[in-house]
């Protein structure tokens, strides 16, 4: 009961999150898919939903979540990516998969710099897809 009251807390807050920021959640359509993507602070998350989902929680760590739909309902997916800094310093993303009843997404936590620009590649490829989707996008961090 603890967890699944912890992921309802975190899918609010995120639902609150995302619904606060215009850039925050973004999707993209592609070949019937819709593809949903944000990147948060990891201290947004609370603690014990945190430790749930192995997120570490600090200043200087941000999450990346994923999730993908289609046709109204979750899909599951291959998913790996970069971040890349301003000195081009690289980070892989080890994205992990989190299923809930009405929701698969998927969460990876990296650090960050004080005040820095991530450039995030993504490769999604949707269960039953042949092709695989490019994601690229840069968010701005300032603490």
């Not at 092709?131 to 690229?136: G, K, Q, V």
Request: aromatic fraction near 10%.
């Amino acid at each position: 009961m603890k967890h699944w009251l912890g992921s309802m807390l975190w899918g609010l807050l995120l639902m609150q999150q995302l619904g606060q920021t215009c850039q925050a959640d973004q999707f993209v359509q592609w070949q019937g898919y819709e593809i949903h993507y944000t990147t948060l602070s990891s201290r947004l998350i609370p603690a014990d939903v945190a430790a749930s989902h192995d997120i570490i929680r600090a200043d200087n760590r941000i999450v990346t979540n994923i999730s993908i739909r289609k046709d109204g309902l979750p899909i599951r997916a291959s998913i790996r990516g970069t971040a890349t800094n301003l000195l081009n310093q690289r980070q892989n993303l080890a994205f992990t998969e989190v299923m809930e009843q009405d929701a698969i997404y998927y969460l990876a936590n990296q650090l960050v710099d004080v005040r820095d620009t991530l450039r995030f590649v993504v490769f999604i490829l949707p269960d039953g897809a042949n092709d695989t989707y490019e994601l690229a996008f840069v968010r701005d961090y300032y603490q």
